[in-house]
Protein backbone atom coordinates (compact mmCIF):
# COMPACT_ATOMS: atom_id res chain seq x y z
CA UNK A 1 0.00 0.00 0.00
CA UNK A 2 0.95 3.29 -0.86
CA UNK A 3 2.18 6.00 1.71
CA UNK A 4 -1.23 7.89 2.90
CA UNK A 5 -0.36 11.64 2.38
CA UNK A 6 -2.10 13.94 0.49
CA UNK A 7 -1.42 15.10 -3.09
CA UNK A 8 1.41 17.53 -3.03
CA UNK A 9 0.43 18.65 -6.52
CA UNK A 10 -2.53 20.40 -5.01
CA UNK A 11 -2.85 23.85 -3.49
CA UNK A 12 -3.63 23.46 0.43
CA UNK A 13 -4.20 25.56 3.15
CA UNK A 14 -1.70 23.97 4.95
CA UNK A 15 0.77 26.22 2.86
CA UNK A 16 -0.69 29.39 3.17
CA UNK A 17 -1.42 29.44 6.83
CA UNK A 18 0.94 29.81 9.80
CA UNK A 19 1.46 26.47 11.04
CA UNK A 20 1.07 25.62 14.70
CA UNK A 21 4.49 24.35 15.11
CA UNK A 22 6.17 27.11 13.33
CA UNK A 23 6.43 28.48 16.85
CA UNK A 24 9.70 26.67 17.15
CA UNK A 25 11.40 28.89 14.24
CA UNK A 26 9.53 32.19 15.39
CA UNK A 27 11.66 31.47 18.86
CA UNK A 28 15.07 30.87 17.32
CA UNK A 29 14.46 33.90 14.76
CA UNK A 30 14.14 35.59 18.12
CA UNK A 31 17.15 34.57 20.18
CA UNK A 32 19.28 35.38 17.00
CA UNK A 33 18.30 38.84 17.56
CA UNK A 34 19.28 39.01 20.93
CA UNK A 35 15.94 38.80 23.18
CA UNK A 36 15.59 36.62 25.84
CA UNK A 37 14.02 33.40 26.32
CA UNK A 38 10.36 35.00 28.04
CA UNK A 39 10.49 37.25 25.45
CA UNK A 40 10.55 34.41 22.58
CA UNK A 41 8.34 32.50 25.11
CA UNK A 42 5.80 35.37 25.30
CA UNK A 43 5.45 35.69 21.19
CA UNK A 44 4.60 31.99 21.32
CA UNK A 45 1.80 32.26 23.78
CA UNK A 46 0.49 35.68 21.70
CA UNK A 47 0.05 33.43 18.94
CA UNK A 48 -1.46 30.57 20.76
CA UNK A 49 -4.36 32.69 21.97
CA UNK A 50 -4.88 34.43 18.82
CA UNK A 51 -5.24 30.35 17.67
CA UNK A 52 -7.46 30.30 20.44
CA UNK A 53 -9.61 32.63 19.61
CA UNK A 54 -10.21 31.12 16.03
CA UNK A 55 -10.98 27.86 17.35
CA UNK A 56 -11.72 26.07 13.74
CA UNK A 57 -10.17 23.49 11.83
CA UNK A 58 -7.85 25.30 10.24
CA UNK A 59 -4.62 23.27 9.87
CA UNK A 60 -6.90 20.41 7.81
CA UNK A 61 -5.81 21.51 4.08
CA UNK A 62 -7.99 23.30 1.91
CA UNK A 63 -8.12 21.13 -0.35
CA UNK A 64 -7.91 17.67 1.72
CA UNK A 65 -11.05 16.03 2.70
CA UNK A 66 -10.38 13.82 5.50
CA UNK A 67 -12.82 10.66 6.29
CA UNK A 68 -10.71 9.09 8.35
CA UNK A 69 -11.44 10.05 11.95
CA UNK A 70 -12.20 6.44 12.83
CA UNK A 71 -8.23 5.75 12.21
CA UNK A 72 -7.40 9.48 13.78
CA UNK A 73 -9.10 12.74 14.41
CA UNK A 74 -7.76 16.36 14.06
CA UNK A 75 -7.17 19.25 16.54
CA UNK A 76 -9.23 22.32 16.27
CA UNK A 77 -6.70 25.48 16.75
CA UNK A 78 -7.76 26.26 20.55
CA UNK A 79 -7.03 22.80 21.54
CA UNK A 80 -3.58 23.06 19.59
CA UNK A 81 -3.02 26.01 21.50
CA UNK A 82 -4.12 24.93 24.92
CA UNK A 83 -1.38 22.16 24.43
CA UNK A 84 1.48 24.36 23.53
CA UNK A 85 0.50 26.39 26.33
CA UNK A 86 0.65 23.47 28.80
CA UNK A 87 3.86 22.47 27.30
CA UNK A 88 5.58 25.78 27.85
CA UNK A 89 4.16 25.77 31.51
CA UNK A 90 5.59 22.23 32.33
CA UNK A 91 9.16 23.36 30.24
CA UNK A 92 9.24 26.51 32.56
CA UNK A 93 8.57 25.06 36.09
CA UNK A 94 8.67 21.12 35.59
CA UNK A 95 8.46 20.14 39.46
CA UNK A 96 5.45 22.81 39.97
CA UNK A 97 3.68 21.27 37.19
CA UNK A 98 4.05 18.32 38.14
CA UNK A 99 3.67 18.23 41.69
CA UNK A 100 1.24 21.07 42.17
CA UNK A 101 -0.48 23.09 39.24
CA UNK A 102 -4.16 22.17 39.68
CA UNK A 103 -4.43 21.10 35.63
CA UNK A 104 -1.01 19.27 35.06
CA UNK A 105 -0.10 17.36 38.01
CA UNK A 106 -0.43 14.00 38.65
CA UNK A 107 -3.76 13.82 40.34
CA UNK A 108 -5.39 14.64 37.74
CA UNK A 109 -8.97 15.87 39.85
CA UNK A 110 -9.69 18.82 37.87
CA UNK A 111 -9.32 17.75 34.75
CA UNK A 112 -11.09 14.52 35.95
CA UNK A 113 -13.43 16.28 37.51
CA UNK A 114 -14.34 17.94 33.79
CA UNK A 115 -14.26 14.86 32.20
CA UNK A 116 -16.77 13.57 34.61
CA UNK A 117 -19.18 16.72 34.34
CA UNK A 118 -18.69 16.16 30.64
CA UNK A 119 -20.28 12.25 30.82
CA UNK A 120 -22.34 12.50 33.40
CA UNK A 121 -20.65 10.96 35.75
CA UNK A 122 -18.69 11.36 39.04
CA UNK A 123 -15.42 12.59 39.66
CA UNK A 124 -14.22 8.91 41.45
CA UNK A 125 -15.92 6.92 38.32
CA UNK A 126 -13.38 8.40 36.11
CA UNK A 127 -9.23 7.97 35.30
CA UNK A 128 -7.68 9.45 32.81
CA UNK A 129 -5.49 7.34 30.40
CA UNK A 130 -2.96 7.08 27.20
CA UNK A 131 -5.23 5.83 25.30
CA UNK A 132 -8.36 3.07 24.56
CA UNK A 133 -5.92 0.14 24.58
CA UNK A 134 -4.61 1.07 28.33
CA UNK A 135 -8.33 1.36 29.39
CA UNK A 136 -8.89 -1.94 28.48
CA UNK A 137 -5.56 -3.70 29.61
CA UNK A 138 -6.04 -1.79 33.23
CA UNK A 139 -9.61 -3.41 33.04
CA UNK A 140 -9.45 -6.81 31.68
CA UNK A 141 -6.02 -7.23 33.92
CA UNK A 142 -7.46 -6.31 36.96
CA UNK A 143 -10.37 -8.35 37.20
CA UNK A 144 -9.78 -10.95 39.27
CA UNK A 145 -10.78 -14.30 36.67
CA UNK A 146 -10.39 -17.62 37.55
CA UNK A 147 -9.87 -21.20 35.48
CA UNK A 148 -13.51 -21.77 35.51
CA UNK A 149 -14.75 -18.26 34.42
CA UNK A 150 -16.11 -17.84 31.31
CA UNK A 151 -16.42 -14.58 29.05
CA UNK A 152 -18.65 -13.69 25.43
CA UNK A 153 -17.22 -11.68 23.02
CA UNK A 154 -17.00 -11.47 19.22
CA UNK A 155 -15.48 -12.23 16.18
CA UNK A 156 -15.45 -8.29 15.34
CA UNK A 157 -12.98 -7.12 18.10
CA UNK A 158 -10.27 -4.77 17.95
CA UNK A 159 -6.60 -7.00 19.54
CA UNK A 160 -6.69 -4.06 22.44
CA UNK A 161 -10.00 -5.97 23.98
CA UNK A 162 -8.91 -9.73 22.76
CA UNK A 163 -4.98 -9.62 23.78
CA UNK A 164 -5.79 -9.13 27.49
CA UNK A 165 -8.43 -12.06 27.34
CA UNK A 166 -5.90 -14.40 25.67
CA UNK A 167 -3.51 -13.37 28.45
CA UNK A 168 -5.90 -14.75 31.13
CA UNK A 169 -6.66 -17.48 28.74
CA UNK A 170 -3.28 -18.69 28.76
CA UNK A 171 -2.31 -17.98 31.97
CA UNK A 172 -5.48 -19.21 33.64
CA UNK A 173 -8.00 -21.20 31.26
CA UNK A 174 -10.21 -18.23 31.28
CA UNK A 175 -13.46 -19.94 28.63
CA UNK A 176 -13.14 -17.25 25.98
CA UNK A 177 -17.05 -17.66 23.71
CA UNK A 178 -16.28 -15.72 20.74
CA UNK A 179 -19.85 -14.96 18.53
CA UNK A 180 -20.16 -14.36 15.28
CA UNK A 181 -21.95 -11.71 13.05
CA UNK A 182 -24.24 -12.18 10.67
CA UNK A 183 -22.94 -12.29 7.27
CA UNK A 184 -22.60 -8.89 5.43
CA UNK A 185 -25.38 -9.35 3.33
CA UNK A 186 -27.50 -10.13 6.40
CA UNK A 187 -26.00 -7.32 8.63
CA UNK A 188 -27.51 -4.57 6.45
CA UNK A 189 -30.81 -5.35 6.67
CA UNK A 190 -30.93 -5.96 10.72
CA UNK A 191 -32.42 -4.00 13.57
CA UNK A 192 -31.33 -4.04 17.23
CA UNK A 193 -33.01 -6.30 18.94
CA UNK A 194 -32.34 -9.07 15.91
CA UNK A 195 -29.03 -8.32 16.37
CA UNK A 196 -28.30 -8.78 19.83
CA UNK A 197 -30.34 -11.91 19.20
CA UNK A 198 -28.60 -13.34 16.84
CA UNK A 199 -25.22 -12.36 18.90
CA UNK A 200 -25.93 -13.42 22.41
CA UNK A 201 -28.79 -15.73 22.36
CA UNK A 202 -30.24 -17.17 25.73
CA UNK A 203 -28.44 -20.40 25.29
CA UNK A 204 -26.27 -22.27 28.45
CA UNK A 205 -23.43 -21.65 26.49
CA UNK A 206 -23.10 -17.86 27.27
CA UNK A 207 -25.74 -17.67 30.69
CA UNK A 208 -23.31 -17.14 33.81
CA UNK A 209 -20.28 -15.83 31.86
CA UNK A 210 -18.80 -13.53 34.03
CA UNK A 211 -18.19 -10.92 31.30
CA UNK A 212 -20.00 -9.46 28.05
CA UNK A 213 -16.85 -7.58 26.06
CA UNK A 214 -17.98 -5.79 23.27
CA UNK A 215 -17.68 -2.63 21.30
CA UNK A 216 -19.74 0.36 21.40
CA UNK A 217 -19.28 1.05 17.81
CA UNK A 218 -17.41 -1.51 15.62
CA UNK A 219 -14.47 -0.35 13.56
CA UNK A 220 -15.15 -3.00 11.06
CA UNK A 221 -18.95 -2.37 9.95
CA UNK A 222 -19.89 1.05 12.09
CA UNK A 223 -22.36 -0.92 13.86
CA UNK A 224 -23.38 0.39 16.93
CA UNK A 225 -24.86 -1.83 20.33
CA UNK A 226 -27.05 0.10 22.37
CA UNK A 227 -25.32 0.50 25.77
CA UNK A 228 -29.07 -0.05 27.04
CA UNK A 229 -30.10 -2.65 25.08
CA UNK A 230 -26.57 -4.59 26.00
CA UNK A 231 -26.92 -4.44 29.87
CA UNK A 232 -30.48 -5.68 29.37
CA UNK A 233 -28.90 -8.37 27.88
CA UNK A 234 -26.19 -8.77 30.49
CA UNK A 235 -28.86 -9.28 32.94
CA UNK A 236 -30.93 -11.51 30.61
CA UNK A 237 -27.59 -13.85 30.32
CA UNK A 238 -27.01 -13.23 34.16
CA UNK A 239 -23.05 -12.10 33.29
CA UNK A 240 -22.12 -9.28 35.88
CA UNK A 241 -19.37 -6.90 33.59
CA UNK A 242 -20.08 -5.24 30.57
CA UNK A 243 -16.79 -3.90 29.17
CA UNK A 244 -17.25 -1.87 26.65
CA UNK A 245 -14.19 -0.84 23.88
CA UNK A 246 -15.65 2.72 22.95
CA UNK A 247 -12.44 3.29 20.62
CA UNK A 248 -15.12 4.32 17.97
CA UNK A 249 -17.66 6.35 20.49
CA UNK A 250 -16.48 8.33 22.45
CA UNK A 251 -17.03 12.10 21.01
CA UNK A 252 -19.45 10.84 18.26
CA UNK A 253 -22.06 9.34 20.40
CA UNK A 254 -23.75 11.31 22.95
CA UNK A 255 -22.97 8.79 26.03
CA UNK A 256 -25.70 10.69 28.51
CA UNK A 257 -28.55 9.59 26.38
CA UNK A 258 -31.29 6.94 28.00
CA UNK A 259 -30.40 4.63 24.78
CA UNK A 260 -26.49 5.03 25.54
CA UNK A 261 -25.91 6.48 28.78
CA UNK A 262 -22.38 5.44 30.16
CA UNK A 263 -23.80 4.34 33.57
CA UNK A 264 -25.01 1.29 31.69
CA UNK A 265 -21.64 -0.58 31.77
CA UNK A 266 -19.22 -1.75 34.42
CA UNK A 267 -16.18 -0.49 32.54
CA UNK A 268 -16.41 1.98 29.43
CA UNK A 269 -12.67 2.88 27.52
CA UNK A 270 -11.99 5.13 24.49
CA UNK A 271 -9.80 7.25 23.48
CA UNK A 272 -9.67 11.26 23.19
CA UNK A 273 -7.74 11.60 20.00
CA UNK A 274 -10.26 10.05 17.50
CA UNK A 275 -14.07 11.54 17.00
CA UNK A 276 -13.32 13.78 19.88
CA UNK A 277 -10.29 15.58 18.16
CA UNK A 278 -8.47 15.75 21.19
CA UNK A 279 -4.35 15.53 21.60
CA UNK A 280 -2.65 11.83 20.97
CA UNK A 281 -1.52 9.52 23.90
CA UNK A 282 -4.99 10.82 25.57
CA UNK A 283 -7.98 8.66 27.11
CA UNK A 284 -10.77 7.67 29.24
CA UNK A 285 -11.94 4.98 31.49
CA UNK A 286 -15.07 5.05 33.02
CA UNK A 287 -15.37 2.46 36.52
CA UNK A 288 -19.04 2.12 37.37
CA UNK A 289 -18.30 0.91 40.70
CA UNK A 290 -16.01 4.09 42.22
CA UNK A 291 -15.14 1.67 45.91
CA UNK A 292 -14.63 -1.79 43.90
CA UNK A 293 -11.31 -3.17 45.14
CA UNK A 294 -9.24 -6.47 45.39
CA UNK A 295 -9.99 -9.13 45.60
CA UNK A 296 -12.48 -8.66 42.92
CA UNK A 297 -10.24 -5.98 41.18
CA UNK A 298 -6.26 -5.43 41.58
CA UNK A 299 -5.29 -2.16 40.31
CA UNK A 300 -2.69 -2.36 37.68
CA UNK A 301 -0.20 0.29 35.87
CA UNK A 302 -0.48 2.33 39.07
CA UNK A 303 1.73 3.31 41.79
CA UNK A 304 -0.89 2.39 44.54
CA UNK A 305 -1.11 -1.20 44.30
CA UNK A 306 0.32 -2.15 47.37
CA UNK A 307 -1.98 0.06 49.74
CA UNK A 308 -4.28 -2.54 48.25
CA UNK A 309 -2.99 -5.57 49.26
CA UNK A 310 -4.03 -5.42 52.52
CA UNK A 311 -6.30 -2.77 52.46
CA UNK A 312 -9.70 -2.78 54.16
CA UNK A 313 -12.93 -1.55 53.24
CA UNK A 314 -13.16 2.12 54.54
CA UNK A 315 -9.32 3.01 55.40
CA UNK A 316 -8.64 6.10 54.56
CA UNK A 317 -5.65 4.71 52.85
CA UNK A 318 -7.76 2.88 49.79
CA UNK A 319 -8.07 5.21 47.12
CA UNK A 320 -10.94 5.25 45.03
CA UNK A 321 -10.14 3.02 42.42
CA UNK A 322 -9.89 5.28 39.33
CA UNK A 323 -7.43 7.20 41.59
CA UNK A 324 -5.07 4.77 42.46
CA UNK A 325 -4.99 3.66 38.56
CA UNK A 326 -4.37 7.82 37.74
CA UNK A 327 -1.52 8.08 40.08
CA UNK A 328 1.09 6.16 37.96
CA UNK A 329 4.31 8.42 37.50
CA UNK A 330 4.57 11.40 34.82
CA UNK A 331 1.41 11.08 32.65
CA UNK A 332 0.67 13.54 29.42
CA UNK A 333 -0.81 15.57 31.42
CA UNK A 334 -0.52 18.71 29.10
CA UNK A 335 -2.46 16.24 26.62
CA UNK A 336 -5.03 15.95 28.97
CA UNK A 337 -5.62 19.53 29.82
CA UNK A 338 -5.72 19.59 25.75
CA UNK A 339 -8.50 17.06 25.71
CA UNK A 340 -10.67 18.74 28.50
CA UNK A 341 -10.09 21.73 25.87
CA UNK A 342 -11.85 19.62 23.11
CA UNK A 343 -14.59 19.16 25.33
CA UNK A 344 -15.30 22.39 25.89
CA UNK A 345 -14.78 22.70 21.83
CA UNK A 346 -18.03 20.06 21.74
CA UNK A 347 -20.16 22.09 24.51
CA UNK A 348 -19.82 25.67 22.36
CA UNK A 349 -21.02 23.66 19.32
CA UNK A 350 -24.17 22.85 21.25
CA UNK A 351 -22.92 19.31 23.08
CA UNK A 352 -22.65 15.82 22.02
CA UNK A 353 -26.26 15.67 21.22
CA UNK A 354 -25.64 18.38 18.40
CA UNK A 355 -22.28 16.94 17.35
CA UNK A 356 -23.84 13.41 16.93
CA UNK A 357 -26.78 14.54 15.34
CA UNK A 358 -24.42 15.98 12.70
CA UNK A 359 -22.13 13.41 11.98
CA UNK A 360 -24.70 11.11 11.52
CA UNK A 361 -26.83 13.32 9.19
CA UNK A 362 -23.30 13.65 6.85
CA UNK A 363 -22.78 9.50 7.55
CA UNK A 364 -26.58 8.73 5.96
CA UNK A 365 -25.94 10.78 2.81
CA UNK A 366 -22.46 8.39 2.04
CA UNK A 367 -24.67 5.40 2.94
CA UNK A 368 -27.41 6.83 0.80
CA UNK A 369 -25.50 7.45 -2.09
CA UNK A 370 -23.94 3.28 -1.77
CA UNK A 371 -27.60 2.05 -1.69
CA UNK A 372 -28.88 3.97 -4.49
CA UNK A 373 -26.02 2.55 -6.64
CA UNK A 374 -24.78 -0.96 -4.91
CA UNK A 375 -27.51 -2.15 -2.06
CA UNK A 376 -25.51 -5.29 -1.75
CA UNK A 377 -22.57 -3.76 -1.46
CA UNK A 378 -23.21 -1.84 1.37
CA UNK A 379 -22.11 -3.51 5.42
CA UNK A 380 -23.08 -0.70 7.82
CA UNK A 381 -27.16 -1.11 9.26
CA UNK A 382 -29.08 1.66 7.52
CA UNK A 383 -32.44 1.52 8.51
CA UNK A 384 -32.67 1.17 12.30
CA UNK A 385 -31.14 4.49 13.59
CA UNK A 386 -29.97 2.54 17.10
CA UNK A 387 -27.29 0.67 15.35
CA UNK A 388 -26.09 3.76 12.93
CA UNK A 389 -22.95 5.93 13.79
CA UNK A 390 -20.96 7.75 11.89
CA UNK A 391 -18.85 4.82 10.17
CA UNK A 392 -19.86 4.32 7.14
CA UNK A 393 -18.28 0.54 5.54
CA UNK A 394 -19.20 -0.76 1.76
CA UNK A 395 -17.53 -3.43 -0.74
CA UNK A 396 -16.39 -1.33 -4.03
CA UNK A 397 -17.52 -2.27 -6.65
CA UNK A 398 -17.45 -1.64 -10.80
CA UNK A 399 -19.84 1.46 -11.76
CA UNK A 400 -21.44 -0.90 -14.45
CA UNK A 401 -21.98 -3.53 -12.23
CA UNK A 402 -22.69 -2.70 -8.87
CA UNK A 403 -24.64 -5.61 -8.12
CA UNK A 404 -21.39 -7.39 -7.60
CA UNK A 405 -19.54 -6.59 -4.58
CA UNK A 406 -15.43 -6.96 -4.78
CA UNK A 407 -14.25 -7.85 -1.80
CA UNK A 408 -10.24 -8.46 -2.15
CA UNK A 409 -8.01 -6.41 -0.67
CA UNK A 410 -5.77 -5.39 -3.52
CA UNK A 411 -9.28 -3.61 -5.03
CA UNK A 412 -9.85 -1.83 -1.59
CA UNK A 413 -6.22 -0.52 -1.65
CA UNK A 414 -6.51 0.28 -5.37
CA UNK A 415 -9.67 2.56 -4.35
CA UNK A 416 -8.24 4.30 -1.23
CA UNK A 417 -5.16 5.04 -3.22
CA UNK A 418 -6.50 6.13 -6.21
CA UNK A 419 -9.22 8.48 -3.92
CA UNK A 420 -5.85 9.81 -2.30
CA UNK A 421 -4.29 11.16 -5.61
CA UNK A 422 -7.82 13.22 -5.60
CA UNK A 423 -6.79 14.10 -1.70
CA UNK A 424 -9.59 12.47 -0.09
CA UNK A 425 -8.90 10.22 2.84
CA UNK A 426 -10.86 6.96 3.51
CA UNK A 427 -9.08 3.60 4.28
CA UNK A 428 -9.63 -0.12 4.02
CA UNK A 429 -10.57 -2.18 6.18
CA UNK A 430 -10.64 -6.14 6.94
CA UNK A 431 -14.27 -7.74 7.79
CA UNK A 432 -13.67 -10.90 9.79
CA UNK A 433 -14.89 -13.70 8.52
CA UNK A 434 -17.24 -16.55 10.84
CA UNK A 435 -14.99 -19.20 10.21
CA UNK A 436 -11.60 -17.56 9.29
CA UNK A 437 -8.68 -17.29 11.51
CA UNK A 438 -7.42 -13.58 12.04
CA UNK A 439 -4.84 -13.82 9.88
CA UNK A 440 -6.40 -15.92 6.76
CA UNK A 441 -5.76 -14.71 3.31
CA UNK A 442 -9.64 -15.12 2.98
CA UNK A 443 -10.78 -12.70 4.36
CA UNK A 444 -12.71 -9.86 2.72
CA UNK A 445 -11.56 -6.05 2.35
CA UNK A 446 -14.05 -2.83 2.66
CA UNK A 447 -14.09 0.45 2.31
CA UNK A 448 -14.61 2.38 5.38
CA UNK A 449 -15.51 6.38 5.37
CA UNK A 450 -15.09 8.48 8.87
CA UNK A 451 -18.10 11.48 8.32
CA UNK A 452 -16.20 13.88 11.46
CA UNK A 453 -17.50 17.14 13.10
CA UNK A 454 -15.27 18.94 10.84
CA UNK A 455 -16.85 17.26 7.55
CA UNK A 456 -19.27 19.36 5.65
CA UNK A 457 -22.00 18.40 3.23
CA UNK A 458 -20.03 20.05 0.39
CA UNK A 459 -17.66 17.66 1.08
CA UNK A 460 -19.21 14.53 1.17
CA UNK A 461 -20.57 15.37 -2.85
CA UNK A 462 -17.16 15.84 -3.58
CA UNK A 463 -16.39 12.13 -2.14
CA UNK A 464 -19.21 10.80 -4.18
CA UNK A 465 -18.33 12.06 -7.32
CA UNK A 466 -14.35 11.31 -7.35
CA UNK A 467 -16.21 7.72 -5.81
CA UNK A 468 -17.94 7.56 -8.86
CA UNK A 469 -15.12 8.41 -11.04
CA UNK A 470 -12.36 6.07 -9.12
CA UNK A 471 -15.21 3.13 -9.47
CA UNK A 472 -15.57 3.63 -13.07
CA UNK A 473 -12.14 3.19 -13.74
CA UNK A 474 -12.01 -0.23 -11.88
CA UNK A 475 -10.53 -3.04 -14.96
Known sequence: MQSQKPNQSQPKKLLTRRSF?????????????????????????LESQILEKQCAFTEL????????????????????????????????NPTYSYELDPEL???????RAKVAKFLGVRLNNICLTDNTTMGLSMTLMGLNFGPNDKVVTTNHEHPALISPLQIWQARQGLQ??????????????????????????NTPALRGAKALCVSHVYPTT????????????????????????????????????????????????????????????TGVLYI???????????PTISQRMVRYTDCMEGDPACFPMAKALQVRGCSNAPGFAAMVRAIEFVEDKGGTAQIEKYILNLSREVKKFILSRAPHCIISPHSDTALLSGLTAFFPFK?????????????????????????IQIRPIGIPNANASEQSSEKPYALRISTGYFNTAAEVETFKNALQEVLERIS
Open 61 to 92: PNEFIYLNSGTEGSMPDCVLSDLQNNLLKWAG
Open 105 to 111: GKRQELN
Open 399 to 423: WDKPQTPLTDKKTAVWVVDELLKKN
Open 222 to 281: GVRLPLQALRKKAEELNIPYLIVDGAQALGMIDLTSPEDNLENCDFYAGPGHKWLNGPPS
Open 21 to 45: FKTAGMAGAAFAGGLTAKHALAGKI
Open 176 to 201: IKIQSFPPTEKLSQMNATELLDTLFP
Open 288 to 298: RNAEIRPPEFY
